[in-house]
């Protein structure tokens, strides 16, 4: 069990991370560091080392963004959040002709 100083660390942590990512410049680097970090890449290979590396690292920046399995924050407020966050996005589908080129 945490300690009332151990848990106050964590959470002061968890706003530093969000005050540098909530600013627009702070969400441009996110979005860069996303990429780079292969989040949006589901065809790393286990012998690409350097792309899991990566991966991991960002996995950790989202925990420290407060999205961990935390007595306070159950798995399901986390899927709920993310799923809501999923559904503002725009339908899209990549290399898709329309019927007319067809």
Known sequence: M????ERKLILDERRAWRDVFSTPSGRVVFKRMAKECYFFNDEITPQDID??????YFKTIIERLGCANDPDMTADAVADAIIDAVLKLPLTTKNIETEENE
């Open 2 to 5: 945490l300690s009332k100083q």
């Open 51 to 56: 792309a899991i590396g990566k991966n991991n």
